[in-house]
């Protein structure tokens, strides 16, 4: 059995080398780091999306992080579910569908629209709480990209109604409560999180980060055959 990745490659060879020569670079430019083998190709990955060094140091893992984000891919079926329509479309429906994946977002939903405005709050937090009604968050891969209030309110969902994500991927980028939500996320322990410190982030890198998974979880499938 093979063990070089497939699925999560670029589809031609022009473009694989295109991808590797990228990584190349960024390991030689990116100098000392005080990541975990299986954390760098994440970051590694974001960096690549990017062309921005910063998110050597920005990036913050919770301990168990990859292994839970690997561990829910290889168990199969696990759910995205995103704050925004645009990670939704970012990800490689082949290379989601090769693990049984697939992906959530409610925020143009009419119902949460309509209930945002009724009790003044952020179409963001109700589309969260959506995916709680519908049983969608436990065993999870939540990744927010754009919307502080949906970090902040499944932060509270956790701790107030038991909701146990396998991974939060948390990146909101922005300048209200954006810094202060991944603080946030980042002082739970019992669900496993990567974060953005400060105010960078956005739905390209969580895209990144998940791709990043998606070829770590490809290559402990291929080991493990």
């Known amino acids: ?19 590797h020569d990228s990584f190349a670079i960024i390991d030689a430019e990116a100098g000392p780091h005080g990541y975990t083998e299986s954390q760098w190709p994440i970051v590694r990955r974001m960096i690549h999306a990017n062309a ?9 893992f919770h301990a168990d992080a ?5 561990s829910a891919m290889l168990a199969g079926g696990a759910p995205v579910v995103a704050d925004v329509e645009m990670i939704c479309s970012g990800l490689s429906q082949p290379r989601l569908a090769h693990f049984g994946m697939k992906t959530h977002q409610f925020i143009s939903d009419a119902d949460v629209i309509a209930t945002a405005q009724k009790e003044d709050t952020t179409r963001a937090v109700q589309a969260m709480r959506k995916a ?17 209030t949906a970090l902040i309110e499944l932060v509270r969902l956790i701790r107030e109604e038991g909701v146990r994500p ?3 991927v948390g990146m909101p980028v922005g300048f209200v409560s954006a810094a202060e939500s991944k603080d946030l996320m980042a002082e739970v322990g019992d669900v496993p999180w990567i974060v953005i410190r400060g105010r960078k982030g956005g739905s390209t890198l969580v895209v990144a980060t998940l791709h990043a998974l998606l070829a ?3 290559a402990r499938q291929k080991a493990m055959a």
């Open 52 to 60: 921005d060094f910063d998110f050597n140091g920005l990036t913050a």
């Open 66 to 70: 990859v292994e839970a984000g690997i």
């Open 166 to 168: 396998a991974l939060v």
């Open 216 to 218: 770590l979880a490809e």
């Open 1 to 19: 059995m093979s063990t070089v990745n497939t699925v999560t490659e670029q589809l031609t060879r022009a473009g694989q080398v295109i991808e």
């Open 132 to 148: 709680h009604r519908l049983g969608l968050l436990d065993k999870a891969i939540v990744g927010i990209g754009n919307a502080p």
